[in-house]
């Protein structure tokens, strides 16, 4: 079955740590998202990638960075730099970065700072 | 900017009762428009799109018309079941300077009771 995958499912990272998201497509996608969604608020995009090695910072990139070495993987780097990290992360993929085309989300990722 | 707004929740109805959930957006040209859900716990699916004017997406008998006359993408479902209970987010993508990136509402999370 073709689809995203996200790892771990829950996180907790002690304040001061960096720590990374996987992300992982198999659907043969060009582009892919990390987005942020905090309680009672819409997704907000950190990063895209349009293509493999090369990224945009999103609306709220400070404090994240990411890598895009292949096609199909997107890992999110979440680091001490980042002041309120606690959220719930969803990282997308679409066939390409058109503007018809269809974002599929992963499960998410639920992180912690302790 | 694009922007989206979405009526607020929470929305709690008695199964078989008709739904609405009224989106209206702000963009530069034509954007594409979404209704994506999110059951408690997942990601984000994608449950009905929209790419121009006048087009009805359809969906698990959910339903919405682009209008851009009223600027309005509002999902209706005739007749609801428990199944239903979720968070309804509204996106859009495209039109000037998006880049193809979504745009979301910050969701509307409805009840159904039996």
């Given at each position: 079955?073709?689809?995203?995958?996200?790892?771990?499912?829950?996180?907790?990272?002690?304040?001061?740590?960096?720590?990374?998201?996987?992300?992982?497509?198999?659907?043969?996608?060009?582009?892919?998202?990390?987005?942020?969604?905090?309680?009672g608020?819409?997704?907000?995009?950190?990063?895209?990638?349009?293509?493999?090695?090369?990224?945009?910072?999103?609306?709220?990139?400070?404090?994240?960075?990411?890598?895009?070495?292949?096609?199909?993987?997107?890992?999110?780097?979440?680091?001490?730099?980042?002041?309120?990290?606690?959220?719930?992360?969803?990282?997308?993929?679409?066939?390409?970065?058109?503007?018809?085309?269809?974002?599929?989300?992963?499960?998410?990722?639920?992180?912690?700072?302790? | 900017?694009?922007?989206?707004?979405?009526?607020?929740?929470?929305?709690?109805?008695?199964?078989?009762?008709?739904?609405?959930?009224?989106?209206?957006?702000?963009?530069?040209?034509?954007?594409?428009?979404?209704?994506?859900?999110?059951?408690?716990?997942?990601?984000?699916?994608?449950?009905?799109?929209?790419?121009?004017?006048?087009?009805?997406?359809?969906?698990?008998?959910?339903?919405?018309?682009?209008?851009?006359?009223?600027?309005?993408?509002?999902?209706?479902?005739?007749?609801?079941?428990?199944?239903?209970?979720?968070?309804?987010?509204?996106a859009?993508?495209?039109?000037?300077?998006?880049?193809?990136?979504?745009?979301f509402?910050?969701?509307?999370?409805?009840?159904?009771?039996?």
């Amino acid at each position: 079955d073709g689809g995203i995958t996200q790892s771990p499912k829950y996180l907790f990272r002690k304040e001061g740590q960096n720590v990374t998201l996987s992300c992982e497509q198999n659907l043969n996608h060009d582009a892919m998202y990390w987005y942020r969604q905090d309680p009672g608020q819409g997704l907000r995009l950190i990063y895209y990638s349009q293509i493999v090695n090369d990224f945009q910072k999103g609306d709220i990139a400070e404090g994240y960075s990411v890598s895009r070495e292949k096609k199909e993987s997107f890992p999110l780097t979440v680091t001490s730099a980042q002041k309120n990290p606690t959220a719930f992360y969803l990282c997308a993929s679409s066939i390409s970065a058109g503007d018809t085309d269809t974002q599929y989300f992963g499960p998410g990722t639920r992180l912690t700072v302790l | 900017g694009n922007s989206v707004t979405q009526m607020e929740g929470p929305v709690t109805l008695s199964e078989e009762a008709f739904l609405t959930i009224n989106c209206t957006y702000t963009a530069t040209g034509y954007p594409s428009l979404f209704w994506y859900v999110q059951y408690p716990g997942e990601g984000l699916q994608l449950l009905l799109k929209a790419t121009k004017a006048d087009d009805k997406g359809s969906n698990k008998g959910f339903e919405a018309t682009y209008r851009k006359e009223t600027t309005s993408f509002h999902l209706e479902k005739g007749s609801v079941q428990v199944s239903d209970s979720a968070v309804y987010f509204c996106a859009l993508r495209g039109a000037t300077g998006s880049q193809g990136n979504l745009i979301f509402g910050k969701g509307t999370k409805l009840s159904v009771k039996p």
